[in-house]
Nanobody
């Protein structure tokens, strides 16, 4: 089992940047595929990026393409999400997740989460 703790959320103005962190503990971090997700009020949770367990290859959903970048520090068992040019519509609770299986499709893959962090709030004002 793995425990995930997100941090780095906050309030920014449109056009600003934030870098979220997700610290993993409790199990071998490299065993799990990872993902960043977000959920805005009244909306379903949506995927931002999925990351493979081995090579840490990434597939970005439309919500994450172009402005968001995932990275990791394997020595620290920590995943990051750099978010640039933030927009008010990016306002949401952001979650990282870990999973033991993936779903492949023609142009990429999804990490299927088994474990979730508690989330970190991002608020973007216009």
């Amino acid at each position: 089992q793995v425990q995930l703790v997100e941090s780095g959320g906050g309030s920014v103005q449109a056009g600003g940047s934030l870098k979220l962190s997700c610290a993993a503990s409790g199990s071998t971090y490299s065993r799990y595929c990872m993902g960043w997700f977000r959920q805005a009020p009244g909306k379903e949770r949506e995927e931002i990026v999925s990351i493979t367990s081995s090579s840490r290859t990434t597939t970005y959903a439309d919500s994450g393409k172009g402005r968001f970048t995932s990275s990791q520090d394997n020595a620290k068992n920590t995943l990051y999400l750099q978010m640039n040019s933030l927009k008010p519509e990016d306002t949401a609770m952001y979650y990282c997740a870990a999973g033991t299986s993936m779903q492949y499709y023609s142009s990429g893959f999804h990490c299927l989460p088994n474990y979730w962090g508690q989330g970190t709030q991002v608020t973007v004002s216009s």
